[in-house]
């Protein structure tokens, strides 16, 4: 029995590794691109964008490791079901329960490991990301300038540019909110230029053929539109970068939990805080979820090919995390508690999970 299942486990080794690699590679093109354009359009330094590309990796394997035990456990007994080896053990007397054992082993040990993860090693990440990003944009104000996003790193100014094509601007719209509940002032031109200032943290746009809301003397909470052929404006990164704040997912479960109880005390909505903090301890438990479902997958579908099989595990990994952001949204609105509505796609998938398991056992 102990020849049967270290065979068996190696049969997933491989396919685990190679679904890992492939994963994150995959998720990590995405970034690049958008790193890379830093770089070549931006002029920031290689040395940074290489650190924030590393910093990505642990934030993936979040998402990566447990479809990757999903795929491998998929992939390994399609293979045993399809040459009939899953037949020969039943055949042998030998129970497919006894096989599930193992794997309830491998499945702790990888949740242990994604615990690990969520807790430490991806709030670590984050905030290092965060830091490095705000140094960044201290260092080189015109990295903060990307097109198609709204912008709120300057002072007192929220710039939207549809097009960005070297110092050159398309579409631009600039809104600056105004105290006491003023109506918020807008300019709006259609092309623009900027430069930034050496050694400075400003920026100086030109703006070329627009409107501005301009105060009414007369009625200062009214605006009326002047057309102009030229503008210029001075951009101010904010200057908060004494001190950069952990956001929930920057924050290990003793910080959240410490946060929440100050917070609480001052009778502060803490759901987001809650939200996180449950939300790291049930995906925990996802790469035990996903190599307990695996197994009467691929016990099931040992007609199918591969292909089909691996194509149904990612539709049930994206199925777990569309519940998770869903049940997130009800948590964070407080419409459920977090400590209830967050296990909702674990209770889910793990009823599935029993079924399909008693189905394959008792068959």
């Not at 590309?53 to 491998?72: E, R």
């Not at 491998?106 to 615990?115: C, R």
């Not at 301890?281 to 691996?310: H, Q």
Request: aromatic letters at 10%; hydrophobic letters at 50%; proline letters at 5%.
């Amino acid at each position: 029995m102990k020849i049967l299942r270290s065979y068996i486990l190696l049969e997933c080794v491989t396919p685990f590794l190679l679904a890992l690699s492939v994963l994150t590679c995959v998720f990590l093109l995405g970034n690049l691109i958008q790193l890379t354009h830093l770089v070549i359009n931006k002029g920031v330094s290689v040395s940074i964008i290489a650190k924030v590309f590393i910093l990505y990796v642990p934030v993936l394997l979040g998402y990566t490791l447990p479809i990757a035990c999903l795929v491998a456990v998929i992939l390994g007994f399609s293979r045993l079901s399809v040459e009939n080896e899953i037949l020969a053990i039943r055949a042998n007397g030998i129970h497919l329960t006894k096989l599930l054992l193992p794997l309830f082993f491998v499945g702790l040990i990888f949740s242990l490991l994604s615990f690990i993860l969520n807790d430490r090693v991806i709030p670590y990440a984050h905030f290092e990301q965060r830091k490095m990003l705000k140094e960044l944009g201290a260092k080189n104000p015109t990295a903060l300038l990307e097109p198609g996003v709204f912008i709120n790193s300057f002072e007192k100014q929220i710039l939207f540019i549809h097009k960005i094509d070297g110092n050159k601007l398309s579409n631009v719209t600039i809104y600056q909110p105004q105290p006491d509940g003023k109506p918020t002032r807008t300019i709006i031109a259609e092309r623009g230029e900027f430069t930034p200032v050496p050694g400075g943290t400003q920026i100086i746009l030109k703006l070329m053929d627009g409107t501005s809301d301009e105060p009414n003397v007369n009625k200062p909470n009214e605006f009326y539109k002047i057309n102009f052929e030229n503008f210029f404006i001075t951009l101010n990164i904010i200057k908060d970068n004494e001190k950069v704040d952990k956001k929930p997912k920057s924050m290990t479960l003793a910080e959240l939990t410490r946060e929440m109880e100050q917070l609480d005390r001052l009778f502060v909505d803490v759901s987001r805080l809650q939200t996180e903090f449950y939300r790291k301890i049930t995906w925990s438990f996802s790469p035990l979820l996903f190599v307990l479902l695996g197994f009467p997958l691929a016990v099931i579908t040992n007609k199918r090919e591969k292909s089909a099989n691996v194509v149904l595990a990612i539709l049930f990994a994206a199925s777990y995390y569309l519940i998770s952001l869903g049940c997130e949204a009800l948590s964070i609105q407080r419409i459920l508690p977090a400590h209830i509505i967050m296990w909702g796609p674990n209770f889910v998938g793990g009823l599935i999970t029993i079924i399909l398991n008693i189905k394959v056992c008792c068959s």
